[in-house]
């Protein structure tokens, strides 16, 4: 192991000595093909990631043969696969003193099995778990390191992946509802500005407050639901812990790390834009028929957000079509998130939580970067489905130039179409309630919408039907789906191997779904077959609720004929609503008098269990 500097040395260690190798703190992603894993796939962790930075490290190019230096630097990288889980990599130096003409470095990759199995047995049993102290050290030496060698090669790309990495952890923490007390960005950015000296006891410990029912945390933190006082929790990244939580978030960003940089013209390695798809006017005003319908959708989904509506529409509308073993196998009722109206009729049996016979895979973590550049984490564990609440995907974004107008032509067409459904006798007194219930549900009109701020978002859950749904279609190729979706090949591939078709898509819901995306789950699985021309979609979904939230349906992988009954029964919905003039409020409205009756059936509700995954274990 190459030495490390003691608790009192300081940077200038690392500064005056550039021979002297450095460790790394990285995290790699297990690889899966189609189909069944391999004995490989199984026990080794590829180090494709690792070899393309050990070896910009040591020739400042990374198309050259690892091994070779530039300069007087040394920089011996070697990797510890894990047989068990994803694992941060402590990456060093099985040889004391490397050289320049031994430089320790080993690539283990699924393309070289022998090889590959032989490391996983020389390493069986080893999982590197570097302390506290080991890890600050090193990262802050990582940092000082490439601070003082601000000329040297590589170095700005693997700053910028540094600094592109913090901010993103920031990033995810706030869309997981946390506040910083003391942001990790600000200490990143201090110290590269020559503010910020490195003490072992600084900057931790950090004090997340993160609200109550937050999956992503209390699930990835493992905080007992118990320790959830009222509506927030205090959670402490302290000296214990900092290792498995900082690693937890890392592996969102890490398998991307090669994707980042690009050769300018002078072959220095220069920081590219994140991978974004936008969503321009021009590419809105080509999908004019589906647009109409998301943009109507939203409408719908804003209008009918209420309870009462929604319990309208859970009983008028819901028939389930799979078969009793799906059903068994899916949602079960959560009493304690029934209306308070239907407790007196909640008297129905829970449905079986068991686990989905799909949903016993090989582990597989895959981070995808769609829509506003924000990384997307897709973990498949042994008896874990994708988990929704992990993803993030861009809101339908009516533009700045064409969003009032187009919510307002929505606006139009729905006002038009809902009173004339309704019978002669009830129509002045449905476009009446239509009028009250679009200035209680937006109360700043259509300025709200100038910038497309307004309008419901993507669920996590929908986005990943869209996904799947396209990535099956045995008619997409890895050209059409780069072009459609804007990703690399590389990332495309990586899709095709999550969604493969034999297998459903297992969907565990972590932020609360909604009634549209269970119902749009049930179209997806009545199409599915040969004769519909799409594919083998199957959608398990392992939580749902009958409360509608706003929602907008994907831009792309839905077919458009499902989007349109969705919207169709949205639609009858309010025509039923309109019709009996309902007194709708907020949530918190007591029950209006054109509720349900004792002969309506039960609002099917279904919510997850955090615990879930573990218990298919």
């Keep these: 192991m190459p030495p490390r500097p003691s608790e009192s040395s300081d940077a200038s260690l690392f500064e005056e000595d550039f021979t002297l190798p450095i460790s790394l703190a990285t995290t790699m992603l297990k690889s899966h093909s189609r189909g069944?894993?391999?004995?490989?796939?199984?026990?080794?962790?590829?180090?494709?990631?690792?070899?393309?930075?050990?070896?910009?490290?040591?020739?400042g190019d990374p198309d050259s043969t690892p091994g070779e230096t530039k300069g007087s630097r040394v920089v011996a990288v070697t990797g510890r696969a894990s047989a068990d889980s994803i694992?941060?990599?402590?990456?060093?130096?099985?040889?004391?003193?490397?050289?320049?003409?031994?430089?320790?470095?080993?690539?283990?990759?699924?393309?070289?099995?022998?090889?590959?199995?032989?490391?996983?047995?020389?390493?069986?049993?080893?999982?590197?778990?570097?302390?506290?102290?080991?890890?600050?050290?090193?990262?802050?030496?990582?940092?000082?390191?490439?601070?003082?060698?601000?000329?040297?090669?590589?170095?700005?790309?693997?700053?910028?992946?540094?600094?592109?990495?913090?901010?993103?952890?920031?990033?995810?923490?706030?869309?997981?509802?946390?506040?910083?007390?003391?942001?990790?960005?600000?200490?990143?950015?201090?110290?590269?500005k020559g503010d910020y000296s490195f003490n072992p006891s600084k900057p931790f410990p950090w004090k997340l407050r993160i609200r109550k029912g937050d999956s992503f945390m209390v699930d990835r933190l493992e905080l007992c639901r118990s320790e959830l006082d009222a509506r927030t929790a205090t959670y402490e990244v302290n000296a214990n812990n900092v290792v498995d939580w900082v690693n937890e978030l890392v592996a969102i960003y890490n398998d991307f790390t090669k994707y980042l940089s690009e050769p300018d013209e002078r072959g220095t390695m220069k920081a590219k834009p994140a991978l974004t798809r936008e969503l321009a006017d021009a590419a809105l005003l080509d999908m004019l028929s589906l647009d109409a319908v998301m943009i109507r959708m939203g409408f719908l989904e804003h209008l009918l957000s209420d309870r009462e509506p929604a319990n309208e529409l859970a009983r008028k509308s819901v028939t389930y079509s799979g078969t009793a073993d799906e059903q068994s196998d899916e949602e079960e009722f959560n009493e304690e998130?029934?209306?308070?109206?239907?407790?007196?009729?909640?008297?129905?049996?829970?449905?079986?939580?068991?686990?989905?016979?799909?949903?016993?895979?090989?582990?597989l973590q895959v981070c995808i970067c769609l829509g506003d550049g924000r990384p997307l984490r897709h973990p498949l564990r042994a008896a874990h489905p994708l988990r929704a609440y992990l993803i993030t995907m861009p809101s339908p974004g009516i533009g700045v130039n064409i969003g009032k107008a187009r919510v307002q032509s929505a606006k139009t067409s729905l006002f038009e179409s809902v009173p004339a459904k309704v019978r002669?006798?009830?129509?002045?007194?449905?476009?009446?309630?239509?009028?009250?219930?679009?200035?209680?549900?937006?109360?700043?009109?259509?300025?709200?919408?100038?910038?497309?701020?307004?309008?419901?978002?993507?669920?996590?859950?929908?986005?990943?039907?869209?996904?799947?749904?396209?990535?099956?279609?045995?008619?997409?190729?890895?050209?059409?789906?780069?072009?459609?979706?804007?990703?690399?090949?590389?990332?495309?591939?990586?899709?095709?191997?999550?969604?493969?078709?034999?297998?459903?898509?297992?969907?565990?819901?972590?932020?609360?779904?909604?009634?549209?995306?269970?119902?749009?789950?049930?179209?997806?699985?009545?199409?599915?077959?040969?004769?519909?021309?799409?594919?083998?979609?199957?959608?398990?979904?392992?939580?749902?609720?009958?409360t509608i939230d706003p929602w907008c349906p994907p831009q792309i992988g839905i077919p458009l004929d499902i989007l349109r009954k969705l919207e169709n029964e949205l639609e009858g919905m309010l025509v039923d609503a309109a019709e009996r003039n309902l007194r709708v409020g907020r949530r918190s409205s007591s029950r209006s008098p054109g509720g349900s009756s004792g002969r309506d059936s039960p609002v099917p509700q279904w919510d997850y269990d955090p615990e879930l995954d573990t218990k298919q274990g």
């Design 36 to 59: 069944p894993p391999t004995v490989a796939e199984q026990l080794s962790a590829p180090l494709d990631i690792m070899q393309y930075i050990a070896t910009l490290l040591t020739t």
């Design 87 to 192: 694992e941060a990599l402590a990456v060093a130096t099985r040889h004391p003193y490397p050289t320049q003409n031994f430089p320790v470095m080993d690539d283990i990759s699924d393309e070289d099995v022998d090889s590959t199995l032989r490391a996983v047995k020389e390493w069986q049993g080893e999982t590197p778990r570097p302390s506290f102290e080991e890890y600050s050290k090193t990262v802050f030496a990582m940092l000082n390191y490439f601070r003082a060698n601000k000329r040297a090669p590589s170095t700005d790309f693997l700053r910028y992946v540094i600094r592109q990495c913090y901010p993103k952890i920031v990033s995810r923490m706030q869309l997981a509802n946390v506040v910083w007390e003391e942001p990790p960005l600000t200490v990143i950015e201090n110290y590269f």
């Design 337 to 363: 998130d029934r209306p308070e109206e239907d407790e007196d009729e909640s008297d129905g049996k829970d449905g079986a939580r068991g686990g989905h016979p799909s949903s016993r895979r090989a582990v």
């Design 424 to 546: 002669p006798s009830k129509r002045m007194l449905a476009e009446k309630w239509l009028e009250d219930r679009y200035s209680t549900c937006f109360r700043s009109s259509e300025s709200e919408y100038d910038g497309g701020s307004g309008m419901p978002g993507l669920h996590a859950e929908a986005a990943l039907m869209a996904l799947s749904c396209y990535f099956k279609d045995p008619g997409v190729t890895v050209d059409s789906a780069t072009r459609t979706w804007g990703l690399t090949p590389a990332q495309c591939r990586i899709l095709f191997r999550v969604f493969s078709p034999p297998n459903p898509t297992v969907i565990g819901v972590g932020t609360r779904c909604c009634w549209c995306c269970w119902r749009l789950k049930t179209l997806l699985n009545d199409r599915k077959g040969p004769a519909s021309g799409s594919g083998n979609e199957e959608v398990v979904m392992l939580g749902t609720h009958a």
